[in-house]
Every structure is written in C-alpha cells, then in structure tokens.
C-alpha cells in the first residue's frame, strides 16, 4: 500500500506561482509511473501532468508551458511547477501512482491539496 501526501497549495493571485510536491511512502517509488490531476467544482478529475518511469512527461493542453512535472526518485517525490496561473487553475490537485505488474494495474491517490487563484 503506497501513501501519498501533497503539499504546496494555497492562495495565488493570476500570474503567480507555486509549486506542488507529493511525497511517496513507498521505497519502490522509481517503479510507478506518477501523475497529478485535477477536479474543479462541479467538473469531472481530468490528468494535467504524467511522467513514467524513464522521466518522459506529458501535460495537458491547457497547461502546456506552464506546468512542468518533475521527479526526485531519491526522495520518493514528484512535483509540480505551476507558473502562470490562470484562475480557471482553480481546483483541488490530486498525485497518483500507477504501476502494471503482471497485468494487475496498482493505483493509489493522494488526499488532495487545494489550489486557488484568485485576485
């Protein structure tokens, strides 16, 4: 059972900055292909930011060049940069872990942090 715990939202006025890190109880961290996600009020959790195993990343359109997703497999950790928020930014952010082993996909969620942009 992997526990995951985000950390770094809060308040930013548009244009600001903040940066996202989930920390992974597991030791086998560097297996699991990470990602953060996101659900605003009344819409359904959509994926913003992947990276697998190797360190390739994909982001969603929406945030493509201002949201970049990173990995420390030293420290069990995957972040995200998020640079020029937009108020539609607005959700709760979720970290996921998914591995596949031996056809029997794993996945688990963090609890969430909130993200609010908001002048």
């Known amino acids: 059972q992997v526990q995951l715990v985000e950390s770094g939202g809060g308040l930013v006025q548009p244009g600001g900055s903040l940066r996202l890190s989930c920390a992974a109880s597991?030791?086998?961290?560097?297996?699991?292909?990470m990602a953060w996600y996101r659900q605003a009020p009344g819409k359904e959790r959509e994926a913003v930011a992947t990276?697998?195993?190797?360190?390739?990343?994909t982001t969603a359109d929406s945030v493509k060049g201002r949201f970049t997703i990173s990995r420390d497999n030293a420290r069990d950790t995957v972040y995200l940069q998020m640079n020029s928020l937009k108020p539609e930014d607005t959700a709760v952010y979720y970290c996921?872990?998914?591995?596949?082993?031996?056809?029997?996909?794993?996945?688990?969620w963090g609890q969430g942090t909130q993200v609010t942009v908001s002048s």
């Open positions: 996921n872990a998914k591995r596949t082993i031996l056809s029997r996909i794993e996945t688990y």
């Open positions: 990276i697998a195993t190797g360190g390739t990343t």
């Open positions: 597991e030791n086998t961290f560097s297996t699991y292909v």
